[in-house]
């Protein structure tokens, strides 16, 4: 584990905290250190330049819409998920930096778990847009202390492919099919509600222009999308994490990608696969990461 900082370079304050609850996303300026960027820019950039570890969801989206594939060097959209349990310096990163105290503020929480995390890297004139979805319907999990933390490495903003929230969709009680991520179609056999038709200038969306440093953190049930990178030299690449909080139980849902830990082929044995209906407590598949400080209500 690599000796960098697991406090944030400032508190998650009273408004930042409101926010998140009121419209399920709130974006926190300056919170990282930059040790950290640079920590992870290597294993980032192995990242994607490992198709074991990425998925090319610009060839992915050209196979599923049956279009002008096989997308020939076009810039690309990459992405992964679970860089964690292969990768020490990812790991170090989910569960070593200020990230799961973040969380752990802002989902009012006793402690955290860590769920998963992703790569996300649109190169410079990255067509692809990254669909309306809810996070909720993709993890195995059940509860309202659910969160992805979104961590750009480069500065981003709507040219490049901001992220936007629909704000308060979090409280619809529903929970979404997960899709292909690059075309709207449900992921085969996927349970859920349909992903609603939300107009584009809807005014609940919102996006943030963020630097390096900042982290933007959505609740599971809120309904997300980014759009292409249509700069011709700026990348965008990011990292996101996911954890859970206490109250969570795991939920197997059918049709979602599973995980080691689901179906007991985890190399630690000696503890079971779960099950539907368990509480998430320390697990090798879900380790807890964070732990309120006594005394502490932050
Ligand atoms: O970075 C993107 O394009 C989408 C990110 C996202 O959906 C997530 O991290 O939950």
Do not use: Q
């Given at each position: 584990m690599p000796d960098l900082p697991a406090a944030p370079l400032r508190p998650v304050d009273d408004d930042e905290v409101a926010a998140f609850r009121r419209d399920g996303v709130v974006h926190l300026p300056g919170v990282l250190p930059a040790a950290w960027l640079d920590h992870l820019a290597g294993p980032v950039e192995a990242a994607v330049a490992d198709p074991t570890v990425t998925t090319d969801m610009t060839a992915l989206r050209a196979v599923l819409s049956d279009a002008d594939h096989p997308p020939v060097d076009r810039p690309r959209f990459l992405s992964g998920v679970d860089h964690w349990r292969h990768d020490p310096a990812f790991a170090a990163f989910a569960t070593g930096s200020p990230l799961p105290a973040i969380a752990g503020t802002l989902l009012d929480a006793q402690h955290i778990h860590l769920y998963e995390d992703s790569v996300l890297v649109k190169e410079p004139g990255t067509t692809e847009a990254t669909v309306l979805h809810q996070d909720?319907?993709?993890?195995?999990?059940?509860?309202?202390?659910?969160?992805?933390?979104?961590?750009?490495?480069?500065?981003?903003?709507?040219?490049?492919?901001?992220?936007?929230?629909?704000?308060?969709?979090?409280?619809?009680?529903?929970?979404?099919?997960?899709?292909?991520?690059?075309?709207?179609?449900?992921?085969?056999?996927?349970?859920?509600?349909?992903?609603?038709?939300?107009?584009?200038?809807?005014?609940?969306?919102?996006?943030?222009?963020?630097?390096?440093?900042?982290?933007?953190?959505?609740?599971?049930?809120?309904?997300?999308?980014?759009?292409?990178?249509?700069?011709?030299?700026?990348?965008?690449?990011?990292?996101?994490?996911?954890?859970?909080?206490?109250?969570?139980?795991?939920?197997?849902?059918?049709?979602?990608?599973?995980?080691?830990?689901?179906?007991?082929?985890?190399?630690?044995?000696?503890?079971?696969?779960?099950?539907?209906?368990?509480?998430?407590?320390?697990?090798?598949?879900?380790?807890?990461?964070?732990?309120?400080?006594?005394?502490?209500?932050?």
């Open positions: 909720l319907g993709y993890f195995h999990l059940e509860g309202d202390r659910i969160c992805t933390t979104w961590v750009p490495l480069d500065p981003v903003d709507a040219e490049t492919g901001a992220v936007s929230y629909l704000r308060g969709s979090h409280r619809s009680g529903l929970v979404h099919r997960p899709n292909w991520f690059v075309v709207g179609d449900p992921l085969p056999g996927a349970a859920g509600e349909s992903v609603p038709d939300v107009l584009d200038d809807d005014p609940r969306f919102v996006a943030f222009d963020v630097r390096p440093g900042d982290v933007v953190v959505h609740h599971a049930a809120t309904l997300h999308r980014a759009g292409p990178n249509r700069s011709t030299t700026r990348r965008r690449r990011a990292v996101s994490v996911r954890y859970c909080g206490d109250g969570t139980t795991h939920l197997l849902r059918l049709g979602s990608p599973g995980k080691p830990h689901h179906d007991g082929s985890h190399r630690d044995d000696v503890h079971a696969p779960v099950r539907s209906g368990d509480p998430v407590v320390d697990h090798p598949g879900c380790p807890m990461v964070w732990e309120r400080p006594v005394g502490s209500n932050r």
